[in-house]
């Protein structure tokens, strides 16, 4: 449903939005935040403003610029821009803040936080990962990942993916192993290629890739190595249609949808300023996309196990391993 603004009300807001380093062309996690502005721009006739961060230096002065651009709200992709958002919250009390993927305690009366339990999703990813390798190739028995940055935001999905294998084997007496590696950046495509490459070597048969644009040059190596990936953050298979035919699936963040709802919040006065809002398997914030391509070749017992995963995670029957005891 479009949301018709009051009159007048479009042309006194601005939003604002600042990436993290890996650019809003990421295929991922930017490039989703900034989809879901734009979709709020053209239903809510809003004006919006995109400043890209190239270091974790740009920041504070990207914050600053929009604040003084007029933004009455401004949103932050990331949670290293976690304290940089507090000085700019700090002073400039009558904007409204959004920090993406952290939160503050104490909690801060101009900013939102926006986290998701990408948990659940990653979960499912790695019973994926293993139920197909074990399918296509149980001499190898490995599954890897690359991450980014070693920050909490990435050990979400990877502490899960790791959980979701081992009860794989739980469940079926089998011993899948874990191989990955962090790569310490996500800007860094070659990088990425260049770890995928050697974990696949290593015998590793699906690689699950949540690491920005890094991540994107592993999934060229499980292409080029005729392996089978799974994407992060958007469905990949869209944003990344070079390597769609060896995606499995994508682990959902569905960040749009969340930058959409808020800034609607913020046009009929529902912002929280010093809340938290989570996405999560219930709300369908997040999730696995469809297997498009392989949907006819993943066997039918692999889909109902993971369709009852997903009933006993909302349920609370089962726990993600996050966060970690």
């Given at each position: ?6 009159t007048g009300f ?10 993290d380093t ?8 930017n ?21 890209e961060s ?7 002065t990207?914050l ?6 007029g ?5 932050g ?12 919250a700090?002073?400039?009390?009558d904007?409204?803040?959004v920090l993406?993927?952290?939160n ?6 101009n900013v ?17 990962a293993?139920?197909?390798?074990d399918?296509?190739n ?7 990942y ?9 050990e979400?999905f990877?502490v899960?993916y790791q959980?979701?294998?081992d009860?794989f084997?739980?469940k079926?007496?089998?011993k ?16 990425g ?7 696949i ?11 920005g644009r890094?991540?994107t040059?592993?999934?060229?190596a ?9 994407g992060?953050?958007?469905?990949q ?10 995606l ?14 808020l ?14 809002m ?33 009933q ?10 996050w966060?970690?005891?």
């Open positions: 449903m479009v949301f018709t603004p009051p479009a042309a006194t807001l601005t939003v604002g939005m600042v990436s890996a650019s809003f062309h990421d295929a991922g996690f490039q989703s935040c900034k989809a879901g502005l734009q979709r709020a721009m053209r239903d809510f006739k809003v004006a919006g403003l995109f400043r190239h270091s974790r230096g740009d920041y504070l990207n600053n610029d929009l604040a003084k651009s933004c009455g709200l401004i949103i992709i990331g949670v290293l821009m976690q304290k940089d958002i507090a000085v700019a700090k002073n400039n009390p904007v409204n803040f993406i993927d952290g503050f305690y104490p909690p801060l009366a939102q936080s926006l986290i998701f339990n990408v948990d659940e999703a990653a979960f499912q990813a790695g019973f994926l293993a139920a197909w390798t399918f296509k149980p001499q190898s028995g490995k599954v890897g690359v991450g980014g940055v070693k920050i909490k935001s990435v979400q990877i899960p959980a979701g294998v009860y084997n739980r079926y007496g089998k899948i192993q874990v191989q990955g590696d962090y790569a310490g950046t996500f800007e860094d495509p070659a990088q290629k260049a770890i995928g490459k050697r974990l070597e290593n015998g590793v048969t699906v690689l699950f890739a949540a690491a890094t991540g040059g592993a999934l060229a499980v292409k080029e190595q005729g392996k089978w990936g799974i992060v953050d958007a469905d298979y869209f944003t990344l249609p070079d390597v769609k035919d060896c499995l699936t994508s682990c959902l963040k569905k960040m749009d949808n969340a930058v959409y709802a800034v609607q919040d913020v046009l009929t006065g529902r912002f929280r300023g010093g809340g938290i989570t996405g999560s398997l219930a709300n369908g914030q997040v999730g696995l996309a469809p297997y498009h391509s392989l949907k006819k070749q993943i066997p039918d017992r692999i889909k109902r196990d993971l369709v009852d995963l997903q006993d995670i909302k349920g609370n029957r089962l726990t993600t391993g966060p970690p005891k």
